[in-house]
Each structure stands twice: as C-alpha cells, then as structure tokens.
C-alpha cells in the first residue's frame, strides 16, 4: 500500500490521546479527578513517549528498520491497550486499598497502567521516519511529514474521543476498539503470520462481548459526557430493605430506599433544615443533581415550593429518570449547566441555595468554594435567605483546613456561618460536615420541637474556629491539597 507509514503514524497518534484522555476517566473511578492526578497522568504519559521515542530511534538505527519489526512493535502496543482494558478494575481496586499516600497510589496506577501503551505508541513514530527515509532524499520535510501526521491523528483521537467516542462505546470498549485497530495496522505493515494476527482479532471481539454482558440483572454500568456511572442495588445493614444506589467512579453519590420511605443518608436529611432556618419557603436552588435524591424527596413534602435543580450532566440526569424515579417527576426545574456558570449567570432570588457538588470523589469543584463563588450566592439569596453546603473534611488540626477554609470564606459575606459536623465523636476525623450560611443578622436558633430537626441541631460545632487557613479565590484555592493531607 502506498500510504502504508503515513496510515500507521496518523493511526497510532490518534491512539496516543485516545488511551490519554481515556486513561483519565479510568483513574477517575478510583481516584477522582485532581490536578494532582492530571498531573502524575500526563507526566508519566509524556516521560513514556519520550522514552519511547529516544530507545525507537536506536533500534531503528542499529538493526535497520523494517516493517516486520514495525509490524511487532504494532503488536505489542496492541497488547498493551488491551492488557490495560481488562486489568485496569482489578488493578486500581487494589492499589486504592495499600496503605500509601494519594500520590504515591496515583504515580503507581499511572505507571502500571499506561507506561507500556506510551512506550510503544512512542517507538513507532522514529522508527516510521527510519523506513521513510530509505525510500527517499529529503530527510527533514520527510520527518516533518511524520510528525505532522501523528500529531494530526492526535488532534483527531482528541476530538473523536471527547465528542463521539464517549457517547457511544464504554472505556473499555474505546480502548479494546484502539487494540482492534492496531492489530489491523500489524497486517497492512506484515501480513505474514497473519493466521496468529486474526487469532488476536477474534479474542479482542469477544473480550469485547464478554464485557457487554457484565450488566445483568441489578448491575448497571454507563458513560457518560463526563463520568462512569454505576448503579446496583443492595441490601441494608438490617437486611429487610433494598438500597440502590448510585456510583461516579468508585464514589457513593446518591442512594434510595425501595423499601420505604426514607433517605438514607444523614447529609441528605439535614437538608430539610432549610424549613427550620427559612420559614416560608417559595424558590430554593440545589446544585448538583446527582440522583436527585433530596429535590424530588423536598418537592414531595412541600408541593408549593418552585425547585431548580443544576446538573452539568444531562447523562446522569437520564440515569436519574430511569433508576431513582426523576421520570414520575414533571415539577422540577432542572438545568443543566456547570454550577459556577449559572451562578455568574443569574438574576432570579432564591430563599435558600443547597450545595451538594462534587467532582467524582470528596473534592468540591474549587470554582464553587471560592469568595468570588460565594458573593454569587449571597446576591442570589433573598433577604432571610439561608445556604447549606455539604462537604467532607474534618475540622480541627491539619485533617480540618477544608471546613477552616470554607468557614473562612463564606464568613466574609455573610453576618452568620456555622458548622454542623455529622460525626460529633472526633472533631480530628474526616466525615460529612454541613456548613449552615445566613444572609439576615437575625441571631439563629438552635433549638427546635421537630425530632428530627433537633437531632441535626445539636451537632452544632460551638468551639471556636481557628482562622488559619486563607480565604479562599479564583486565584488561590487549594483544596486538593487540603484534601489530599487530611487523608494521608
């Protein structure tokens, strides 16, 4: 084929940010979404290429390149792909559980995982350049061809991927399809051996079958634009209900009782006492859907109330309709959108704002934490008008920063900002932490006849709150790495 090298470099250089930005939603599911993580992703990613492209260039050089060897060096970055679609589960489900720090789990996972793919990927673009150049003169524009190409089939993986790929195929299906492809590339650069070839065509199909049919019975697996999402169903610690839930990643989100009426989590029911800190209730703003677990429980119980719930992901949201009942329910008002971005948008007045957004794991998005986010939020409230964020943090010593930076924050807009600790055992652990925010000047009570409404109540933090931490801004919020020291 004329065009053989030029195929196999733009091919092989789609696949490069395929397994990248794939690699991304797979560290995901176990890790979340950090800088951090981007940052150990991409670096080990470029360390590998580069590695690949130096040790490409001396094997091209000392043995002489062919494309029987091209062929095996396709093969290899093949198996790679296809090495890391089927152990990747198992593989981060067990580095999650080591007792080391963040970092070192992330360095570790993006290692294993993707070092062999980028390495492979890497060889092939020195050692095309070396065939190249046996069959013509102009060395430098024939290597500028190369590089072009393979960057040109990077750019096309990149959008392919992010735009279509992740509509309609799994990450492991994505990444076994990249295998696929590779395979094909072997044959067009050697098709000899090819009766083996075809034999790794045929696993990878049914590998490929195989992993379509995981979801059976109460297991169910999707992607979407933004993240993996499970949901499975199970039973409680009485074993007498079933609990569904739903999962980003390898994170708990949301869960429902099909049993009874009942939320499951604590965080959740201290969202009612927006009741409590607001009476007279009109309009409230939830950011972040999820399962919409708390806007459809909220709505039920007081139908007066106009409910706008934001969600970014208009995937979850379908999920949202077909497992936790959001298909029965044609009151809310739901946007999809980045919260922060509506937030800057809006000019309608709530009489309270819940806050329940997280980027796949324990993190708040930082841009939703910020003073400049908050100012957002106090202008959005009505004049009596109460905020209620959720986060996880502890709130003394070093695990605490997060509820010291938040508290912090919020307390240079608004008059009264108190913490609610859900685990009232030990201050130094990490656990959900409720911060209450009011827009009046009006003192607050704390006491209440409702049962379940004084249960919340007296987890009021009362100590004092050491200001330690900075507030927190658009140009200055590293939660992360206050995330990252409260759990090492």
């Known amino acids: 084929m004329r065009y053989t090298l030029e195929i196999i470099v733009f091919i092989s250089g789609a696949a490069v940010m395929i397994v990248e930005i794939v690699g991304s939603r797979i ?15 991409i670096g080990i990613i470029l360390a590998s290429l580069s590695l690949g492209y130096y040790l490409g260039g001396i094997i091209a050089d000392g ?59 890497g060889v092939i673009t020195p050692y095309s350049i070396k065939l190249k150049l046996k069959s013509i003169k102009k060395s430098a524009s024939a290597a500028g061809n190369i590089y072009a190409l393979s960057t040109l089939g990077s750019i096309t993986g990149t959008f392919l991927t992010g735009f279509i790929l992740f509509k309609h195929l799994g990450i492991t299906n994505i990444l076994l399809v990249n295998s696929f492809l590779l395979v094909l590339l072997s044959i067009i650069s050697y098709n000899k051996h090819i009766i083996g070839k075809i034999i790794i065509l045929v696993l990878i199909i049914q590998t490929s079958l195989i992993i379509k049919n995981i979801n059976k019975g109460n297991h169910f697996e999707y992607d979407t634009d933004y993240q993996t999402v499970t949901i499975k169903e199970q039973g409680d610690i009485s074993g007498k209900n079933r609990i569904r839930i739903l999962k980003t990643g390898n994170f708990l989100q949301s869960a429902i009782n099909l049993d009874k009426e009942e939320l499951v989590f604590s965080y959740i029911n201290f969202f009612n006492l927006i009741n409590h800190f607001t009476p007279n209730i009109n309009k409230i703003l939830v950011l972040g859907g999820g399962g919409y677990v708390f806007p459809q429980y909220y709505q039920k119980h007081n139908p007066s109330v106009r409910v706008t719930v934001v969600e970014l992901d208009p995937g979850i949201t379908e999920i949202a309709k ?99 600790p859900l685990n009232r055992i030990n201050y130094q652990n990490i656990g959900n932490v409720e911060l209450v925010a009011l827009k009046s000047s009006k003192l607050a009570s704390f006491s209440s006849n409702n049962p379940i409404y004084k249960k919340f109540l007296d987890n009021l933090y009362s100590k004092d709150i050491i200001t330690d931490v900075p507030v927190l801004t658009d140009d200055f919020a590293p939660l992360e790495h206050y995330m990252m020291a409260a759990v090492n």
Do not use: C
Request: aromatic content about 16%.
């Open 63 to 121: 043995k002489g390149a062919n494309f029987k060897s091209l062929s095996y060096i396709l093969l290899l970055s093949s198996f790679s792909i296809f090495l890391t679609a089927v152990i990747y589960k198992p593989i981060l489900a067990q580095i999650s559980k080591m007792p080391f720090t963040f970092w070192l789990k992330t360095l570790l996972s993006t290692v294993i995982l993707f070092t062999p793919t980028s390495f492979f990927l």
């Open 27 to 41: 560290l995901a599911a176990f890790l979340g979404t950090s800088v951090i993580v981007w940052t150990s992703l």
């Open 322 to 420: 077909n497992h936790f009942f959001l298909d029965k329910n044609h009151h809310l008002n739901i946007v999809h959108q980045d919260a922060r971005i509506f937030l800057n948008e809006n000019t309608e007045k709530f009489d309270s704002v819940i806050i329940d957004v997280f980027k796949g794991s324990s993190e708040i998005p930082f841009q939703i934490a910020t003073i400049e986010a908050v100012d957002k939020i106090y202008k959005a409230l009505n004049p009596e008008g109460t905020v209620i964020i959720n986060f996880v943090s502890a709130i003394q010593d070093n695990n605490g920063k997060i509820a010291r930076a938040l508290y912090s924050t919020y307390r240079e807009k608004f008059p009264q900002v108190y913490l609610f």
